[in-house]
């Protein structure tokens, strides 16, 4: 198939008014095709795209921009809230391994489950160690310390998938103990949940759409989630409330938010297209643990 030719800003509105979306002024499509790249905005249009690729009656350029910016805001509250979840899991599982195993046991492939790879572990620890080569904690224990991490160090290291992994490959003792004492669930659950955020993660960390998405992870157990939601932006935010170290932060501060941005871009939005319940603030409330 022969790669289409590039096209220029006014010829690309022109286009998305071609197929029956509504352009008040097409000065400014033009301006904010600018600024954000044709193709990624393309995307906010499938909820409103038929089969013979045009769009439904009433479809209008403002609105899907007004999508595109609740998007990127709730991706970044999002990130924020991820951020604190990676965190808070490298603190947690640093202090049980070293306290279990000692400093460095996460050296020793027995300490984990026969299912753990961990060649291939250590091959990415040291990566991760190389890419960091010139950041100062690096360079002192390369110096001090023989190239040798305590735990407690390595895991600042380790990206939200190696975390994921590192739990998942625990012995199932640990697993449950761990689960248990830090999350209050089980392994199960934890090792989905931690699935999601990791997903859910690394589409926020590259500016990726979350509206209108289907998922490829699905968090297990979550309450208050249909069958058909179950790869749907709700049932990844449940599983990130649930992984939030701090239920009343997450109450009083994240969610409150949250429900701000939703009520800024109501006009604009439409739950069902993300799944989210008429009272969803009301059932994304966090227990305390």
Same mark, same amino acid.
């Given at each position: 198939?022969?790669?289409?030719?590039?096209?220029?800003?006014?010829?690309?509105?022109?286009?998305?008014?071609?197929?029956?979306?509504?352009?008040?002024?097409?000065?400014?499509?033009?301006?904010? =095709? #600018? +600024?954000? *790249?044709?193709?990624?905005?393309?995307?906010?249009?499938? !909820? &409103?795209? %038929?089969?013979?690729?045009?769009?439904?009656?009433?479809?209008?350029?403002?609105?899907?921009?007004?999508?595109?910016?609740?998007?990127?805001?709730?991706?970044?509250?999002?990130?924020?809230?991820?951020?604190?979840?990676?965190?808070?899991?490298?603190?947690?599982?640093?202090?049980?391994h070293a306290h279990k195993y000692?400093?460095?046991?996460?050296?020793?492939?027995?300490?984990?489950?026969?299912?753990?790879?961990?060649?291939?572990? =250590? #091959? +990415?620890? *040291?990566?991760?160690?190389?890419?960091?080569?010139?950041? !100062? &904690?690096? %360079?002192?224990?390369?110096?001090?310390?023989?190239?040798?991490?305590?735990?407690?160090?390595?895991?600042?290291?380790?990206?939200?998938?190696?975390?994921?992994?590192?739990?998942?490959?625990?012995?199932?003792?640990?697993?449950?103990?761990?689960?248990?004492?830090?999350?209050?669930?089980?392994?199960?659950n934890l090792k989905s949940w931690?699935?999601?955020?990791?997903?859910?993660?690394?589409?926020?960390?590259?500016?990726?759409?979350?509206?209108?998405?289907?998922?490829?992870?699905?968090?297990?157990?979550?309450?208050?989630?249909?069958? %058909?939601?179950?790869?749907?932006?709700?049932?990844?935010?449940?599983?990130?409330?649930?992984?939030?170290?701090?239920?009343?932060?997450?109450?009083?501060?994240?969610?409150?938010?949250?429900?701000?941005?939703?009520?800024?871009?109501?006009?604009?939005?439409?739950?069902?297209?993300?799944?989210?319940?008429?009272?969803?603030?009301?059932?994304?409330?966090?227990?305390?643990?």
């Amino acid at each position: 198939m022969e790669i289409k030719k590039a096209t220029t800003y006014r010829e690309q509105a022109e286009k998305i008014e071609q197929r029956g979306c509504c352009i008040e002024n097409l000065d400014d499509a033009v301006r904010c =095709l #600018e +600024t954000i *790249n044709y193709y990624r905005l393309s995307a906010y249009f499938l !909820p &409103f795209r %038929k089969e013979d690729g045009s769009y439904i009656a009433g479809t209008s350029f403002s609105r899907v921009v007004q999508i595109y910016e609740f998007d990127r805001q709730l991706r970044r509250l999002l990130f924020s809230a991820l951020e604190e979840i990676e965190i808070s899991m490298r603190a947690r599982l640093a202090y049980f391994h070293a306290h279990k195993y000692g400093p460095t046991g996460y050296l020793i492939e027995s300490n984990f489950s026969p299912s753990h790879k961990h060649q291939k572990f =250590l #091959e +990415t620890f *040291n990566r991760e160690v190389e890419h960091s080569s010139n950041v !100062p &904690f690096v %360079k002192h224990h390369q110096n001090c310390y023989d190239g040798v991490f305590p735990v407690w160090v390595a895991v600042e290291l380790f990206s939200f998938g190696m975390l994921s992994y590192f739990y998942a490959d625990l012995v199932l003792a640990d697993q449950k103990h761990f689960a248990s004492e830090c999350y209050k669930t089980v392994p199960k659950n934890l090792k989905s949940w931690l699935r999601c955020a990791t997903d859910l993660r690394n589409i926020c960390a590259h500016y990726g759409r979350l509206y209108y998405r289907i998922f490829s992870a699905i968090p297990a157990n979550i309450e208050k989630v249909e069958e %058909k939601e179950e790869r749907s932006l709700w049932a990844a935010f449940l599983a990130v409330r649930n992984l939030y170290p701090n239920p009343k932060k997450w109450n009083e501060e994240l969610l409150p938010s949250i429900k701000d941005l939703f009520e800024k871009y109501s006009s604009a939005i439409q739950l069902g297209h993300i799944s989210f319940p008429e009272d969803w603030a009301e059932k994304a409330f966090a227990k305390e643990k």
